[in-house]
Every structure is written in structure tokens, then in C-alpha cells.
């Protein structure tokens, strides 16, 4: 085990953004299986083009989006260390972050086939409540991963986080698709 996280290392270190995002996918796609067989119980009928989507998100989307970011961030420097953490969960928290879940479920409903109006439609509904839930759980964790863990390492910390995040992102998701498909099954009957 200790050589396959050496190995890890090693490549976060050399190839950060074939790592980061390889890891994206991986944790996108397992926070989707967790949510439909753990949250949902949906057993033999996963979707499993869902769980393809989000992978597909946290590979080509999220992982490199990030990797950028936090090498953006790790490039700003401030006076003292303790600046250095709150502007960069501020700037974590109050820019990327809004932005992040809007394009989450903007993305996640087009690649549904829901287009334009259905992605404003699933962000008018989820966005608001999701940011403010990510913030309760995504500020501490960034304090603490902006203070103590180095710079190469803070990728998987919000990733390992990211995990039970996704999940909670994969179920919403989930719930304002069904909550569309009975708005419009409603619409249809009228």
C-alpha cells in the first residue's frame, strides 16, 4: 500500500494534471455509485450512463479546471501565512466556487439532453441550496488544506472530501431530474 501512494506521490509531483484529473474521475464516478446504490438503492437498475456522465465530468471538466486553480492559487503570494489562507478559502470559496456549481449542473443537464432551458431550469432550482451546503462543508475543509497540508498534496484532500461531496452532488442531481421528468409528465397531462 505505502508504495502505491509513494507512486501517487510521485506522480501528482510530475504530472499533476493527468493525476488530479484521472483522480477526478475516479471519485466522481465512485460518489455516483455510493449515492444510486448506498442513497437510492437503486441495486440492479443503476444508471449506469449517469455514472459515465460523472466521471466524464470529473475527468474532462472538474480535474483540470482544478489543477489550474490551485496553481493559480499556490502562485499568489501574501505578507504573512495566515493572509495566505483566508484570501485563498475567500478566493476558493467566493469565486470558484459559484461559478463550479452552476457549471455542475448546467453541464450535467445538457449532457442529459435537457439543453439550455433545462440546465437554467436545474440551476434555478439546486444551485442555491448546494452552494450554501457547500460552503458549510468545503470553508473548513479548505482552511485546514490551505494551512497544513502542501501545496501538491491539497488536490487529494478536496478530493477525499470530494468523495462524500459527490455523492451529495450526485443525489441532488438526481432528485431535480426526477423532480423535472414529474413537472413535465404533469405539464403534458394538462
Known sequence: MASVL??????LIRRPM????????FL????DVIAQ????????NHDF??????????????????????QLLNRIKFS?????????????????????????FGTMSIMEGKGISGAQDRISTAYTPTLIRNWGVFIPTQII?????????????????SLFWNTYLSAVNASSQHQEAIESETGAEK
Request: a positive charge.
Open 6 to 11: 509513494r507512486l501517487y506521490n510521485a506522480a
Open 18 to 25: 493527468f493525476a488530479q484529473s484521472a483522480t477526478a474521475a
Open 28 to 31: 466522481f464516478g465512485a460518489g
Open 37 to 44: 446504490q448506498v442513497i437510492e438503492r437503486q441495486g440492479k
Open 49 to 70: 450512463m449517469r455514472t459515465a456522465r460523472l466521471t466524464f465530468y470529473g475527468g474532462a471538466f472538474f480535474g483540470p479546471a482544478l489543477t489550474k486553480w490551485y
Open 80 to 104: 504573512s501565512p495566515t493572509k495566505a489562507v483566508i484570501y485563498r478559502v475567500w478566493l476558493d470559496q467566493a469565486i470558484l466556487t459559484p461559478v463550479a456549481v452552476g457549471f455542475f
Open 145 to 161: 488544506n490551505f494551512a497544513i497540508i502542501p501545496h501538491h498534496l491539497r488536490f487529494v484532500v478536496v478530493s477525499v472530501v
